[in-house]
């Protein structure tokens, strides 16, 4: 049972800072392509960046890159998402997916393509 626990989420204000987690169990970790996504009240869910199993593919929404970025530590089989410069329309409930053995044509960008996903932790960004 693989299971995917987000934390970190918090009321920010725009220009703050803040650190979210996402915690992993249940199959090996390091096989797993992974991915932050959010979702913002009335909107479709969105890619915010993507990593590979070996951390050394990282991908990123253009509305993020450079002032967000996505790491992991597959020892404590954890991803991160370190937001920085945060805006009030980064507001929204962040979520964490798992895709294990991605084949060729896997995208990060594709949300259906994940198998798992995690419940999420809101970000709030005031102005």
């Known amino acids: 049972q693989v299971q995917l626990v987000e934390s970190g989420g918090g009321l920010v204000q725009a220009g703050g800072s803040l650190r979210l987690s996402c915690a992993a169990s249940?199959?090996?970790?390091?096989?797993?392509?992974m991915g932050w996504f959010r979702q913002a009240p009335g909107k479709e869910r969105e890619f915010v960046g993507g990593?590979?199993?070996?951390?050394?593919?990282?991908y990123y929404a253009d509305d993020v890159r450079g002032r967000f970025t996505i790491s992991r530590d597959n020892a404590k089989n954890t991803i991160y998402l370190q937001m920085n410069s945060l805006k009030p329309e980064d507001t929204a409930v962040y979520y964490c997916?798992?895709?294990?053995?991605?084949?060729?044509?896997?995208?990060?960008?594709?949300?259906?393509?994940?198998?798992?996903w995690g419940q999420g932790t809101q970000v709030t960004v005031s102005s």
């Open positions: 249940g199959r090996t970790f390091s096989n797993a392509a």
């Open positions: 997916g798992a895709a294990f053995a991605p084949g060729p044509t896997f995208s990060y960008r594709r949300d259906y393509q994940y198998d798992y």
């Open positions: 990593i590979s199993g070996s951390g050394g593919t990282r």
